[in-house]
């Protein structure tokens, strides 16, 4: 029997060290760490004061980083299920047996059809080598399925890809300096804090902030003006402000001219949407519509800091198209100060190929499962166009019976007696209660990682600062040992992770900066479209994307309808949205008990007019329901809420509601019109008092 040795794992303890690292979840900031070890036990994470986007200021979830790491209900060994599948009954069993049975059981499948064998994996990690790099390896070596990752951005990056040829955009330090600032769906107190503190010193600059939201957030009470839009109408809002930036000649000429594709067919387009029409669709005032295009149109230098929040809809990839048109009709991005940032992750040179050998498929060419359609994936047969039925499911860095919309499909897909369900973890999630093996994983302190970020453009290394707790290994190091004993024996299967590590940037990045400051700043621009030089086919901005016409759609970017908008179904009348609680991150840390009493309780919040009309008062259990399902939560009267429109805060685990599920068992598997992404803000539901 082969016997696992860790010591390469295990750091020596020393009295009294600070280790440097990288939060490794999913957000924006990616902060720089410093974890205080005393005797081997990490007792403090404080953010690096000398990374000047982390500033020495950590969210509240990632200060009390040691109490998830020390946390009494972490996995520390190896399970196996001992119940029935979704009752969390495991008994502990030795590492060498959990990983020869698993091995044996991916060889039977893989015997029959590889493909049978699905990996499941997003961002409870963004680290590159405990994310994809031994696992894809892994996964590419044996031929599995292919996942395609869309869970979160894949709507918003497609509209950005096809607008400024990639996931680039303002160098986020050039926030602070601004005069007008568009926050356009992003809570950035709850979800981008270091962002916040640049759009705070703008401010205090002079300039003006404006927040596009249907929520009344947290960043919403703090700006100057709020556009309380209905969800899925941001494609409407921007082109009512182009219509009119061009009925006031609010426009840069020249740069149009020079560095855009397909401006005339856009200004027809535009002037379809005046404002009258756009207040009706958006269901904001018509003042307000005329009042932003005005500011927008005359305060230099201007900048849109737009996020993933005002993409999950229907139309959420055009949508993006359309807001990322509006720097380049009044040259915002001659100035570095001005322009528009979704995302920075697209200027990182990572070398994916090296990390992730896709070489390893050797001519294999699996088919590409969508993660957001798993609950009614796990649930086909076979069939020439589906493949194979999944039998196995190799979950690691997610939690999708939480996470993935339409809960009930996907509960009941976990739930099958024939599945081979894996999932490594640090906590019993949702999730690993349906697991036949739950192996436990390290977790940032106990593990090397490096980073990039999509808010900054700084490369952040991560080192181990403690020895993992209890039997638990890091990704890589799992999937190393399983190949080992599915017989790979490439030399790339041995990689260690400073390795790793080191492969992910190869020579483009200085690794001994990393090793010695713990981080690294790309040589960027400063105004990156300045002279334009966008990174599409055209070298333009595209406003008419000759791709996605050839593809059948649309070329210009338009306004989709939500499939499931407020007000239009008497039945199920009110739209409901399910943005992130500020003390979670996803469902990460729920089940941290000092965050968790922060939080509270699951809550819908739902506006005065709204609750009054069905009698309900704030703390009262309501049902919130649609055809997909029921949820039971208490009701949060509350102007955060708009009419028409119910906040379902945070993705709670099921098993800490009400009963048994979360918002999740109200959204749908419908994708969006760009980039396969869920829809979870394009939901409608009934609200009600219940009694039980
Ligand atoms: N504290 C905390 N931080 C997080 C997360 C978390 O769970 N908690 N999640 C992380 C992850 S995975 C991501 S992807 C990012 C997300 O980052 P953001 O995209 O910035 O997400 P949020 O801050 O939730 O902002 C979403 C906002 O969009 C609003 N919104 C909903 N529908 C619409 C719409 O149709 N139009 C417009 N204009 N706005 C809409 C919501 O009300 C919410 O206030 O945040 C990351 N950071
Ligand atoms: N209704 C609704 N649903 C949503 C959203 C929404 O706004 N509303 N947001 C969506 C978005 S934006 C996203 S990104 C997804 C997020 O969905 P997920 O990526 O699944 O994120 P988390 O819920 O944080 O779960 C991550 C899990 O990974 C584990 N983990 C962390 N680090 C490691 C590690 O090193 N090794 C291993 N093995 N495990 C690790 C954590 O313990 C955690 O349980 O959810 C989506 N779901
Ligand atoms: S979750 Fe975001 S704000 Fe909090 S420490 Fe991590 S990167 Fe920084
Ligand atoms: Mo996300």
């Not at 750091?11 to 600070?18: G, L, M, N, R």
């Not at 990996?119 to 996964?139: D, I």
Request: proline letters at 6%.
């Amino acid at each position: 029997m082969k016997t696992i040795d860790i010591s390469p794992y295990v750091s020596q303890p020393t009295a009294s060290s600070v280790v440097r690292g990288a939060c490794p979840h999913d957000c924006p900031d990616t902060c720089a760490l410093l974890t205080t070890v005393q005797d081997g036990v990490a007792t403090q994470v404080q953010g690096n004061p000398d990374h000047r986007h982390t500033a020495g200021v950590l969210c509240t979830k990632v200060s009390r980083y040691t109490e998830r790491t020390y946390h009494p209900e972490r996995l520390m060994q190896p399970l196996k299920r001992v119940g029935p599948k979704g009752a969390g009954q495991f008994e502990p069993v030795s590492w060498d047996a959990a990983l020869a049975d698993i091995a044996t059981r991916l060889q039977g499948i893989a015997a029959r059809n590889p493909q049978a064998i699905v990996p499941y994996s997003y961002a409870g990690t963004m680290g590159l080598v405990q994310a994809e790099s031994m696992a894809a390896r892994f996964f590419n070596q044996l031929g599995a399925s292919l996942l395609d990752r869309t869970i979160c951005s894949s709507a918003g990056t497609e509209g950005l890809v096809h607008t400024l040829g990639g996931k680039v955009g303002m160098r986020v330090e050039f926030f602070a300096e601004s005069k007008l600032i568009l926050i356009w769906g992003s809570n950035s107190i709850g979800s981008n804090l270091h962002f916040w503190r640049l759009a705070q010193e703008a401010k205090r600059g002079g300039a003006k902030l404006v927040c596009i939201d249907p929520r009344r957030s947290e960043t919403a009470d703090k700006c100057h003006e709020h556009i309380q839009l209905l969800p899925g109408t941001d494609a409407a809002l921007a082109l009512s402000l182009m219509h009119e930036l061009i009925v006031h000649d609010w426009l840069d000429h020249d740069y149009i001219a020079q560095h855009t594709v397909g401006w005339e067919a856009l200004k027809a387009r535009a002037l379809l949407w005046n404002p009258q029409r756009a207040a009706q669709v958006c269901g904001v005032p018509e003042a307000q519509i005329i009042q932003l295009a005005r500011d927008y149109g005359t305060t230099k230098p201007a900048a849109i800091r737009l996020n993933y929040g005002m993409q999950r809809v229907r139309g959420g990839g055009n949508a993006v198209r359309a807001v990322a048109c509006l720097p380049a009709l009044t040259g915002a991005w001659r100035h570095r100060t001005g322009g528009l940032l979704l995302s920075s992750s697209g200027q990182f040179p990572v070398d994916k190929a090296a990390l992730q050998r896709p070489d390893l498929l050797a001519g294999k060419t699996p088919r590409t499962i969508n993660m957001t359609t798993i609950g009614d994936d796990l649930l086909r047969e076979s069939s020439p166009t589906f493949g194979p039925k999944i039998e196995a499911l190799i979950v690691y860095n997610s939690n999708p019976v939480a996470v993935a919309p339409d809960s009930s499909k996907v509960v009941a897909g976990f739930a099958r007696d024939d599945l081979f369900t894996v999932v490594l973890e640090h906590f019993q999630t949702d999730t690993a209660d349906y697991a036949d093996y739950l192996l436990p994983a390290t977790t940032q302190l106990e593990h090397w990682d490096i980073h990039i970020s999509y808010g900054h453009t700084d490369v952040l290394l991560n080192r181990p600062a403690i020895a993992p707790v209890g039997q638990a290994l890091p990704n890589t190091e799992i999937f190393r040992q399983l190949a080992q004993r599915m017989g790979y024996t490439q030399p790339c299967f041995t990689d260690d992770d400073l390795t790793l590590c080191r492969t992910a940037f190869g020579a483009s990045v200085d690794f001994d900066e990393l090793l010695t400051h713990g981080f690294a700043s790309l040589q960027l621009p400063e105004a990156p479209f300045a002279q334009g030089s966008f990174p599409t086919p055209s070298g333009k901005c595209e406003f008419f994307s000759q791709r996605l016409q050839n593809a059948g759609m649309d070329g210009l970017p338009s306004h989709i309808p939500n499939d499931e908008p407020a007000g239009v179904n008497a039945n199920f009348p009110l739209a409901m949205i399910s943005p992130p609680a500020r003390n979670f991150l996803n469902s990460s840390f729920v089940n941290v008990q000092s965050l968790r009493d922060i939080e509270g309780e699951p809550l819908l919040e739902i506006h005065a007019d709204d609750a009054a009309a069905r009698g309900i008062e704030t703390g009262q259990v309501v049902r919130v329901f649609n055809p997909r399902g029921s949820y039971r939560c208490k009701a949060k009267v509350s102007n955060r809420a708009r009419p028409g429109v119910v906040n379902g805060l945070g993705i709670w685990w099921r098993k800490l509601g009400l009963s048994g599920t979360n918002v999740n068992e109200l959204t749908s598997q419908r994708l969006t019109d760009l980039g396969r992404a869920p829809v979870f803000y394009d939901c409608w539901v009934q609200v009600e008092m219940t009694n039980d």
